[in-house]
């Protein structure tokens, strides 16, 4: 199955600086790939997806980038302003699993003004 | 748009009861379901699959009489927590898709379950 691997684990940054967060999977049919955020005791909420059809996907401060072949993705986020502390996770998923996430173990993400 | 609604969203309750917790996708019809159980400072491990009219699909070492699902209808999922024990004790998260792998799911708010 699916195994999906997170770094950084925690990431302080400061407030203006860029954000990081790496990922890997090791199934090769997987072709869906979410970013979710989640504040404390709150729900994932997604921010971004990329598809495996598509090498980079942008959306304002946020954005995605997929290598399939290396089967690596990364989140990157500029411009960090203290509400985007939080958790992030990253999740991988296949075409023969119903839409089964596989999620990665979360980076927390902690942006200091 | 995609609006999961999850009830409810606290339960406090002594050991041996059995809880229901429900969730609802809103504005769409979910085709598959997905139960989470998530610890302090961990990922969301997923418990179980769950498909409109038929079974659910249990991830290794989720006991199936222990926690039971019904996905009775394309808008409705309810997990229940049979004879509940303080290590039962947890956040539990449902999502909702319409059943693509390329499609995302939607989280509901979560359930905390607190079994004294």
């Known amino acids: 199955g699916e195994n999906v691997e997170q770094h950084p684990s925690t990431l302080s940054v400061q407030e203006g600086d860029s954000a990081v967060i790496k990922c890997t999977y090791s199934?090769?049919?997987?072709?869906?790939f979410p970013w979710y955020k989640q504040e404390l005791g709150k729900r994932p909420q997604l921010i971004i997806d990329?598809?495996?059809?598509?090498g980079e996907k942008k959306d304002q401060r946020i954005a995605v980038t997929l290598n399939k072949t290396a089967k690596h993705f990364s989140l990157h986020i500029t411009e960090t302003q203290p509400e985007d502390s939080a958790v992030y996770f990253c999740a991988a998923t296949s075409t023969d699993s119903w839409g089964k996430l596989q999620f990665g173990a979360g980076t927390q993400v902690v942006v200091t003004p | 748009g995609a609006v999961v609604s999850q009830h409810p969203s606290r339960v406090i309750c002594k050991s041996g009861t059995s809880v229901k917790i429900e969730c609802r996708s809103l504005d769409f019809q979910a085709t598959t379901m997905f139960w989470y159980r998530q610890f302090p400072k961990q990922s969301l491990m997923l418990m179980a699959t769950?498909?409109?009219?038929?079974?659910?699909?249990?991830e290794q070492g989720v006991e199936k009489d222990k926690f039971l699902i019904n996905h009775a209808s394309l808008t409705l999922s309810t997990l229940t927590v049979t004879s509940a024990h303080p290590e039962d004790s947890s956040f539990y998260i449902c999502?909702?898709?319409?059943?693509?792998?390329?499609?995302?799911?939607?989280f509901g708010d979560g359930t905390r379950l607190s079994i004294l």
């Open positions: 990329i598809r495996s059809n598509v």
């Open positions: 769950s498909n409109e009219g038929s079974k659910a699909t249990y």
């Open positions: 199934d090769s049919a997987s072709n869906y």
């Open positions: 999502s909702a898709s319409v059943g693509l792998s390329n499609q995302p799911q939607h």
